[in-house]
């Protein structure tokens, strides 16, 4: 199974500061077909995950340019270029390149 | 808009069985694979089972194998979770999600509660 590992767990940061969080898979998520099948997902409090960056680096419907994604083969990264409040809640990166599909522990962003 | 609202959720006892359901609308439900997703009481995500449209082809998680069966019927637009053989382990809020190997989980439902527990 691929394990990913996510840093920092938690993630204190200032309104209006950029945040960012890696993502290290323990094998490359590079796909026969050639595409890399990385997604990031947002968890607000008391909500069901949501969708924001899917293939690294695309974002998803509805989903705000202050957030990119970018890395590539075992190393990925979320950025958040200025937090707002409510980007609080938990980040989990999410592999997709082959079954079981794994899920990084989560990151909670919190504003200091 | 895509909706998906799950069913079933409740107290069982360990051993026991549940099915959950997962209506979706707004969408061609046949043409989107579907999965699974759970999350116990404080931790993270855990992908429990994916159904490809056609409802041919499945995947599971080594933890559910060979007690949970993943099901749809595209003519109710439902997505279905038989869970036999329950233990305190599967205790969770039970997501289910549209799949593809693109975007991976792209929309979610608002999960329902499964708690086994004597």
């Known amino acids: 199974d691929i394990v990913m590992t996510q840093t920092p767990l938690s993630s204190p940061v200032t309104l209006g500061q950029p945040a960012s969080i890696s993502c290290r898979s323990s094998?490359?998520?590079?796909?026969?077909?050639?595409?890399?099948?990385l997604s990031w997902l947002q968890q607000r409090p008391g909500q069901p995950p949501r969708l924001l960056i899917y293939?690294?680096?695309n974002r998803f419907s509805g989903v705000p340019d202050r957030f990119s994604g970018s890395g590539a083969g075992t190393d990925f990264t979320l950025k958040i270029s200025r937090v707002e409040a409510e980007d609080v809640g938990v980040y989990y990166c999410?592999?997709?390149?082959?079954?079981?599909?794994?899920f990084g522990q989560g990151t909670k962003v919190e504003i200091k | 808009e895509v909706q998906l609202l799950e069913s079933g959720g409740g107290l069982v006892q360990p051993g026991g069985s549940l099915r959950l359901s997962c209506a979706a609308s707004?969408?061609?439900?046949?043409?989107?694979?579907m999965s699974w997703v759970r999350q116990a009481p404080g931790k993270g995500l855990e992908w429990v089972s994916v159904i490809l449209g056609s409802g041919v082809n499945t995947f599971y998680a080594d933890s559910v194998k060979g007690r949970f069966t993943i099901s749809r019927d595209n003519s109710k637009n439902t997505l279905y979770l038989q869970m036999n053989s329950l233990r305190a382990e599967d205790t969770a809020i039970y997501y289910c999600?549209?799949?593809?190997?693109?975007?991976?989980?792209?929309?979610w439902g608002q999960g329902t509660l499964i708690t086994v527990s004597s």
């Open positions: 094998q490359s998520l590079v796909h026969s077909d050639g595409n890399t099948y």
């Open positions: 707004g969408f061609t439900f046949s043409n989107y694979a």
């Open positions: 999410m592999q997709g390149t082959q079954f079981p599909l794994t």
């Open positions: 999600a549209t799949y593809t190997r693109t975007r991976g989980f792209d929309y």
């Open positions: 293939k690294i680096s």
